[in-house]
């Protein structure tokens, strides 16, 4: 089946460092792939859609400036955090559109983000 | 390895019950989530289990057995916006989410 991947599953920062997260499609090629953040027990949050040689698409709210998103290739797409501050911790889940469905995605492990 | 079985596709009618089964094998479990999600659309959360039993919240209800390494989303009352694709997590021992590849419901009329 399709895999997704991220790297790292966690990291510890201090704030005002910068952090680089990687999702990746193991055996398929993912055009489109998806950045979510979520908080405990709560439904994840789009964060902006990531097209494979273009510029991501940010959702209302998300400072496309603080979050950037580079998607160079068709197995991989980074979110790096600039200048992390405390209320950036959060668990970051990408997800990569599917080989053949375009309705189905498919999710990485997630990658907990704590900023001190 | 990790792995997250859930059927594929499901059909019911507007109205009936509709049971949908996750099964999970996976290293550690730190609880069970239950997400709905429409064609375009971010998931939404439905559920959470991490203990053994059942959770019921309106028309949506989830069960877990742990030993079984088992969990089900009953839906009852179907109605047309039911139609999504259901997707089973598992949160694994170092709090990973292990994702099933979600189960496409479709009611019909």
């Known amino acids: 089946g399709a895999v997704v991947s991220q790297h790292p599953s966690r990291v510890i920062c201090k704030s005002g460092t910068s952090v680089k997260i990687e999702c990746r499609s193991l055996d398929f090629q993912a055009t489109t792939m998806f950045w979510y953040r979520q908080f405990p027990k709560q439904s994840l949050m789009l964060m902006a859609t990531?097209?494979?040689?273009?510029?991501?698409?940010?959702e209302q709210g998300v400072e496309k400036d603080k979050f950037l998103i580079n998607h160079a290739s068709l197995t991989l797409s980074t979110l790096t955090v600039t200048s992390a501050h405390p209320e950036d911790s959060s668990f970051y889940i990408c997800?990569?559109?599917?080989?053949?469905?375009?309705?189905?995605?498919?999710f990485g492990p997630g990658t907990r983000l704590t900023v001190l | 390895g990790q792995n997250i079985d859930q059927p594929t596709e499901m059909t019911a009618t507007e109205g009936a019950i509709v049971q949908i089964n996750c099964t999970y094998q996976t290293s550690g479990f730190n609880g069970l989530f239950w997400y709905q999600q429409h064609a375009g659309e971010a998931p939404t959360f439905l559920s959470y289990n991490v203990l053994d039993g059942l959770e019921e919240k309106g028309r949506f209800s989830s069960f877990l057995s742990r030993s079984k390494g088992y969990s089900y989303l009953l839906l009852k009352e179907l109605q047309m916006k039911d139609s999504a694709s259901y997707l089973c997590a598992v949160t694994d021992s170092n709090y990973q989410l292990i994702w099933g590849a979600g189960t496409k419901l479709i009611i019909k009329p």
């Open positions: 990531s097209n494979e040689g273009s510029k991501a698409t940010y």
């Open positions: 997800s990569a559109r599917g080989p053949g469905d375009a309705d189905t995605q498919y």
